[in-house]
């Protein structure tokens, strides 16, 4: 017996796959949505679980919960969510699939803010921010100018990618260095040691993506 023919729409489908290996998304249950929407706006509202938790009059056992969809929530518990977030109870039932975080930074225009090595003469532009997801991802633009310095003890969580723009470094991760150039990329364990050990050819820029797991409040 022959194998059905697939219609048009059903080979445009397939022919527009993406190369990752990334598994399908899952629709989320109404518990679920629900959840990651109280914790959207409990974010954007800069307030911790125990904040929103106190200001609702309900455990900060039980927010967690309705955050991580573990339990159906009554309506008035709701409206005292609402209330302490500001916003009507309609929004809660926003459907959260329809309102994934997305930024866009115009070119030159990345926040420029200080971490361990900007004392060092290293500039971060940070590229990106999103409020939700399980994951942190930092996308920012590293500028080492004229008086920078090497510096090779950054340690952190997450993972790292480097992919290099301009100029040269001899780059150390551990016991390792790798000299880098234009389009060279570097990936790795960033809870290892790891910077810039030898700036050979300054002014330089690359592309610095750090991903690490989101920690709950």
Not at 89 to 97: I, N, V, Y
């Amino acid at each position: 017996m022959a194998a059905p023919r697939k219609s048009r729409s059903e080979k445009a489908t397939a022919d527009l796959t993406t190369g990752s290996s990334a598994g399908p998304v899952r629709e989320l249950t109404l518990e679920e949505s629900l959840g990651a929407q109280i914790r959207l706006l409990r974010r954007r509202a800069e307030l911790t679980g125990a904040d929103l938790a106190s200001s609702a009059g309900i455990s900060l056992g039980m927010l967690s919960k309705i955050e991580n969809g573990q339990i159906s929530p009554s309506l008035s518990t709701l409206q005292s969510v609402g209330r302490a977030l500001n916003v009507p109870l309609s929004q809660l039932f926003a459907t959260f699939e329809e309102q994934r975080d997305c930024s866009f930074v115009k070119a030159g225009k990345g926040v420029v803010i200080e971490r361990r090595g900007t004392k060092a003469g290293h500039e971060y532009q940070l590229l990106g921010h999103l409020l939700g997801g399980s994951m942190v991802v930092e996308p920012y633009l590293i500028t080492l100018h004229e008086d920078a310095k090497p510096y090779t003890s950054f340690r952190h969580q997450g993972v790292e990618i480097i992919y290099m723009l301009s100029g040269r470094v001899l780059y150390r991760h551990g016991n390792e260095s790798y000299e880098m150039g234009p389009g060279d990329t570097l990936m790795f364990d960033c809870q290892s040691p790891h910077g810039p050990e030898r700036l050979i050819e300054k002014p330089m820029n690359y592309l610095s993506i750090i991903v690490y797991p989101r920690q709950e409040d």
